[in-house]
């Protein structure tokens, strides 16, 4: 899908402007923002609307990029005075303008059908944490650094400037909100409005504060290594997670689709997804690919459908004798794999996180 970029960059920051008339909005709803290191920067960027598939491997689709146009989540902001809302809040997020953002990020989801690059934002900023690293931020994880230039060119992000673009609105009208809670918060917020279990989240978490504390490339897992399963035991061991945390993150694959002109994987269309939603083509996982439940893992076991997509690393998880028992389980019991899913996805996203109140918030 082609796409033409504008960049103008002060310290590598990615900040993006909305259109005009959603800003006339927004300056009446905030009366500050909340710029990272100081620096404003600007994308101009046009692209065929489209959602995208979720990976911690390489990019694999765009998402659909804000309209033009007024759309509905403008007439959801509240009214915040912002400067009053950060200084009273002693955490690194503020709860009431996290509670409203998690309402726009709804109203969002059902214009823009953006659910898979929203889990795949928040999943790639908490994805490079490594357990072997004491210091934070030196040690990756939750953290915002994914919004800077340097970690964005990475070739596991490539195409989530996309995510950036459409949820910038939002942290603008909310600037009392860390990057590093709303990457989380969007993505928690996606698995849900898509069906999925309801995630224990907790807030609070401490951004960075500039393009040099973002980690190495490097970190994140890979589609089709010569050894599948041994590589998403070298990645995710990292993180320290288990073979179980690694299953039951594998079947968030039930949303999303492929575009094999990004990421070298999947067809380019297929009866799934020839007529979108948003931009048509790609190869999905799942048949309802905007649907979250535990399809991924019955398709897989049954590879009878020519259409869907099977990764190596797909196909590691009924193929290694440990990984199976949890896929066999998760195709079997739904129920089983949304309990797991969901504390899977709330331990991710906490990882090598600093928080402000150090036990977090809840909201």
Not at 210 to 236: I, K, Q
């Amino acid at each position: 899908m082609a796409e033409r970029v504008a960049l103008t960059l002060n310290n590598n920051l990615l900040l993006l402007s909305p259109p005009n008339n959603t800003m006339s909005s927004l300056r009446t709803a905030a009366s500050s923002r909340l710029l990272s290191s100081s620096s404003r920067s600007r994308l101009s960027l046009s692209a065929s609307s489209s959602p995208s598939s979720l990976s911690f491997t390489r990019s694999l689709v765009s998402s659909p990029l804000l309209s033009q146009k007024r759309n509905p989540v403008a007439s959801v902001n509240r009214s915040f005075n912002s400067a009053a809302a950060t200084t009273k809040c002693t955490s690194a997020s503020d709860p009431e303008q996290l509670k409203s953002a998690r309402e726009d990020i709804k109203e969002l989801l059902k214009t823009k059908f953006c659910h898979p690059i929203l889990v795949r934002l928040g999943w790639h900023d908490a994805g490079t944490y490594d357990k072997n690293i004491k210091e934070w931020p030196q040690r990756g994880g939750a953290n915002g650094s994914l919004r800077y230039e340097i970690e964005l060119k990475h070739a596991a992000n490539a195409g989530l400037v996309n995510a950036l673009n459409l949820i910038t609105h939002i942290k603008e009208t909310y600037s009392g909100i860390s990057y590093a809670d709303l990457f989380q918060l969007a993505s928690a917020t996606a698995v849900e409005e898509a069906g999925g279990p309801k995630i224990p989240m907790k807030y609070g978490r401490v951004d960075t504060t500039g393009p040099h504390e973002c980690p190495e490339e490097g970190r994140l897992p890979d589609a089709g290594p010569p050894s599948p399963a041994n590589h998403l035991r070298e990645v995710f061991y990292r993180m320290g997670l288990d073979d179980k945390e690694i299953v039951a993150l594998s079947g968030a694959h039930t949303l999303g689709r492929s575009r094999p002109e990004r990421s070298g994987w999947g067809k380019p269309e297929t009866k799934y997804t020839k007529e979108g939603p948003g931009a048509p083509g790609g190869q999905s996982w799942t048949p309802e690919w905007l649907k979250f439940d535990n399809s991924y893992f019955t398709e897989i076991k049954e590879k009878r459908d020519e259409h869907l997509l099977v990764l190596p690393t797909d196909a590691a998880i009924f193929e290694d004798p440990s990984f199976k028992v949890y896929a066999e389980k998760y195709a079997a019991d739904q129920d089983a794999f949304f309990k797991d899913y969901a504390e899977a996805h709330a331990k991710l996203s906490n990882l090598g996180a600093k928080f402000n109140p150090p036990e977090g918030i809840t909201i």
